[in-house]
């Protein structure tokens, strides 16, 4: 990075952080007790330019970098990580799908809707029976005339009850297996679609995931989004971009949780001195700082791939495989210095440690992004 982009992102963050400071931090367990979805702060992330992170000004987007985003991401996750993980949804999910496979018609009709945040975007793969076998989708779409007709459901949608345009993938030609998947972009207010369950989580419980159910819902023959039978391919190119912002995210937990342990190591006393004395308490710090940069440098490797347009789905996986499971282990380790007070909620340390295990499972677990390095390692 030139001197001036480094002092552009750097002004960049500090926005977030002044932002997240003042609207979002003193409200984080309120929100996180009550499952609330703070609509008005997406709202005023939109008004910052943080919706349309990806998207060039001429869809009323920020026009910036792979890696200010994965910045912003972090930033965001190291005040709140629900906050973060419904802003990356709508980013490289959502609206992304509809901007990198979308009709220039369709790019119009919802990128500056979504780039402004006056929308929210949701996508979905995921499935009862369709998870880690994303190929194993049973929700159809079936043309019918000028339209299509989709029957199904998907499950674990980010911003399923908030959103008001989705992304959702559905079988169109059975025989063809994952080439025989399609995807459609759904507006939220079509009468054949509906939220179903709200999941009640173990973290993360401020951002928005519901189950979306598809009974008869006609759509325009227009809303195909990308080729007909495209859509599992299109949706592994979108993951790629979605695997980073999770690895961004995990590490905005994971230093989140550091943060407040060092803080907390040198105030606290035991035997008349810090605990930030003690050797064990040291090597703990030690070990967490180390792994944050190192999973840092991972995550922004992938980005500088992705923004200059390189093969990026090995750098992803791999980002997202460390970062992931770097920030279970240093949230352990916060709460372990924290000792009795990392285990009650008067203290930060005991949401990151809630929070982070989504990391290790959303979008793709540690074990499929073993078997994606695998296979970009060997070839096949």
């Given at each position: 990075?030139?001197?001036?982009?480094?002092?552009?992102?750097?002004?960049?963050?500090?926005?977030?952080?002044?932002?997240?400071?003042?609207?979002?931090?003193?409200?984080?367990?309120?929100?996180?007790?009550?499952?609330?979805?703070?609509?008005d702060v997406f709202r005023q992330l939109g008004e910052l330019g943080f919706l349309g992170v990806l998207f060039p000004e001429e869809y009323g987007g920020s026009a910036l970098s792979y890696g200010d985003y994965a910045a912003i991401v972090e930033e965001l996750a190291a005040v709140d990580a629900s906050i973060a993980l419904s802003l990356a949804a709508h980013n490289s999910l959502g609206s992304n799908h509809i901007f990198q496979f979308g009709s220039e018609a369709q790019r119009r009709r919802y990128i500056p809707k979504l780039a402004s945040g006056e929308w929210l975007a949701a996508w979905g793969l995921t499935e009862p029976e369709a998870g880690s076998d994303a190929s194993g989708t049973k929700t159809t779409g079936v043309r019918d005339g000028n339209d299509w007709v989709l029957n199904g459901s998907k499950n674990f949608i980010t911003n399923a009850s908030v959103a008001q345009v989705a992304v959702l993938m559905a079988v169109t030609d059975r025989p063809a297996g994952k080439h025989g998947i399609s995807a459609f972009i759904v507006e939220l207010d079509n009468p054949g679609i509906r939220v179903g369950k709200k999941e009640n989580k173990l973290g993360m419980r401020a951002s928005d995931t519901c189950t979306l159910v598809m009974e008869d819902c006609r759509i325009p023959a227009e809303n195909l989004l990308g080729k007909e039978g495209g859509g599992f391919v299109d949706s592994m190119k979108i993951l790629d971009g979605g695997r980073i912002s999770i690895a961004a995210l995990s590490i905005g937990i994971a230093r989140g949780a550091y943060e407040a342990s060092l803080r907390y190591a040198q105030q606290r006393r035991q035997f008349g001195r810090p605990i930030s004395e003690f050797e064990a308490i040291q090597f703990y710090l030690a070990d967490m700082a180390t792994e944050i940069d190192a999973a840092r440098l991972l995550t922004m490797r992938a980005a500088a791939a992705k923004d200059s347009g390189e093969?990026?789905?090995?750098?992803?996986?791999?980002?997202?495989?460390?970062?992931?499971?770097?920030?279970?282990?240093?949230?352990e380790k916060a709460i372990q210095i924290h000792g009795g007070y990392g285990f009650i909620k008067d203290y930060p340390v005991e949401k990151f440690y809630r929070d982070v295990k989504l990391c290790t499972i959303g979008e793709g677990t540690s074990e499929i992004q073993r078997l994606v390095i695998a296979r970009s390692l060997l070839g096949s």
């Open positions: 990075m030139t001197t001036t982009q480094v002092a552009e992102r750097d002004a960049i963050l500090q926005s977030v952080r002044e932002f997240a400071d003042a609207e979002i931090r003193p409200h984080v367990m309120e929100w996180d007790e009550a499952q609330h979805f703070p609509l093969e990026v789905t090995r750098f992803s996986a791999q980002a997202k495989l460390y970062a992931s499971e770097v920030a279970v282990r240093a949230t």
